[in-house]
């Protein structure tokens, strides 16, 4: 079993920042990429940042105000957000892709975290 959890998002005012963390535990040999996506409502999820094997890509809304990090020997992905705009406002799920210590290969989901920008 393996599970995603991330932590630290909230409520802030345009321009502040927010850094969400995600950290990935159970029977796990090895990540691949990892990283976030984010849901606004009425809208589909989207990805945010993602990095693996060198390579990191990031979405264009979010290019020089976001910046993705990992320290792998945690498993934890972060995102650094700064300068927020209400258009930022979702749900952001942390995602993996894991192979697990039994063998399989697969995708893994966080439950997400809420992140509102508003004055």
């Known amino acids: 079993q393996v599970q995603l959890v991330e932590s630290g998002g909230g409520l802030v005012q345009p321009g502040e920042s927010l850094r969400l963390s995600c950290q990935a535990s159970g029977n796990i040999l090895d990540i691949g990429p990892m990283g976030w996506y984010r849901q606004a409502p009425g809208k589909q999820r989207e990805l945010v940042a993602i990095t693996g094997g060198g390579i990191t890509n990031n979405a264009d809304s979010v290019k020089g105000r976001f910046t993705i990090s990992r320290d792998n020997a945690k498993n934890t992905v972060y995102l650094q957000m700064n300068s927020l705009e209400p258009e930022d406002t979702a749900v952001y799920y942390c995602?993996?892709?894991?192979?697990?210590?039994?063998?399989?290969?697969?995708?893994?989901w966080g439950k997400g975290t809420q992140v509102t920008v508003s004055s």
């Open positions: 995602y993996a892709v894991v192979t697990s210590t039994w063998g399989s290969y697969r995708n893994y």
